[in-house]
């Protein structure tokens, strides 16, 4: 039995190796003054400024008028979620001030074209438009940005608190410290943290396609409070089946600590699933993992938005 063990564990530590190998380099980006983000998460109805990895403020907020998910085409009322950049601001006759954002971005293309909400003619000219800096007013939908204008609208019997076409909308005086505090190229991050784990993580990443049946994803987290690295790998197929990944590498030494395999990608592990997953002694499992990983992807917006730069950058922009 022992034996069986030592093969095995042999066998994880490859797997770990491998799985590092495949998941791509690894920048370590310092944190500098002027570093600042934003967070807006859906279920709590809040948007958080950052500054050097810290909460500095936070404002109520108010979304599009079909807030459970996230934009998919125009006209949907939804408002977005990923990992976003402040394209512009300016004052605004009808919202009082405006920031707006690069919706839709690369990972928004991409997973329209696969998912078949885009033509081949039109995937060129969103990417064409996303590499030089322009909104393309086309079946995806555009105009999306934070703007003041209030938190509720009056309805027919009563007030209404999400309210816009799919923008995010704050009291005026919130917004001026949001205008205030923004400026082009800075990154926002809008999630829903009562999605699934894989759902919320695929939002964060641009997926390659493996084939016309298929895309996959890496995402590289680094959890500096607990000196941990992880390696995350998102896939789905068209036929609905999605699975993730985790690798939990122990920084300072590059040893292995444990390993998830998700295969249904629903945030629970299947019999088959905890046959080969080796969490070992991680405290709390799978689900404590899930729930560590997202109270720490707020404060590690700007290394994953630097990293998803620096990718693009090597394979050319949008076009690979």
């Known amino acids: 039995m022992l034996k069986i063990f030592k093969g095995f564990f042999r066998l994880f530590s490859l797997a770990g190796i491998i799985f590092l190998f495949l998941g791509g380099f690894s920048f370590p980006f310092q944190t500098r003054k002027d570093d600042k983000w934003i967070v807006i998460e859906k279920a709590s109805k809040t948007l958080t400024l950052y500054q050097q990895g810290k909460e500095i403020a936070s404002f109520p907020c108010s979304f599009g008028l079909n807030p459970l998910i996230s934009k998919s085409k125009k006209g949907d ?44 003619e039109e995937y060129q000219q969103y990417l064409e438009a996303y590499k030089a800096g322009r ?51 800075t990154p926002v991050l809008i999630y829903n943290r009562n999605r699934s784990f894989f759902e919320i993580m695929s939002e964060l990443v641009v997926p390659d396609f493996l084939k016309e049946d298929g895309w996959q994803a890496r995402l590289n987290l680094f959890l500096s409070e607990y000196q941990l690295d992880l390696k995350i790998l998102l896939s789905a197929k068209r036929n609905g089946a999605r699975a993730i990944e985790v690798v939990g590498i122990e920084s300072f030494s590059g040893r292995p600590l444990f390993y998830v395999r998700d295969l249904n990608g629903n945030g629970a592990l299947e019999p088959l699933d905890r046959f080969y997953s080796r969490l ?22 700007l290394n994953l938005i630097q990293k998803e730069d620096f990718r693009m950058a090597l394979k050319d922009g949008a076009h690979y």
């Open 280 to 301: 070992g002694g991680f405290p709390g499992g799978y689900p404590f993992l899930q729930r560590l990983v997202l109270d720490e992807v707020p404060k590690e917006v």
């Open 77 to 120: 009322l939804a408002t977005p979620e990923g990992l976003y950049k402040v394209r512009y601001k300016r004052p605004s006759r009808k919202y009082y001030l405006f920031v707006g954002l690069d919706y839709p971005n690369l990972k928004d293309i991409r997973k329209a074209f696969w998912e078949g909400r885009l033509t081949e």
């Open 135 to 185: 909104s393309l007013d086309g079946p995806l939908g555009n105009g999306i940005g934070i703007h003041g204008g209030g938190l509720y609208r009056k309805g027919k019997s009563r007030l209404v608190r999400n309210w816009t076409h799919g923008c995010i909308a704050l009291a005026d005086r919130d917004m001026e410290s949001v205008y205030r505090f923004v400026e082009p190229g």
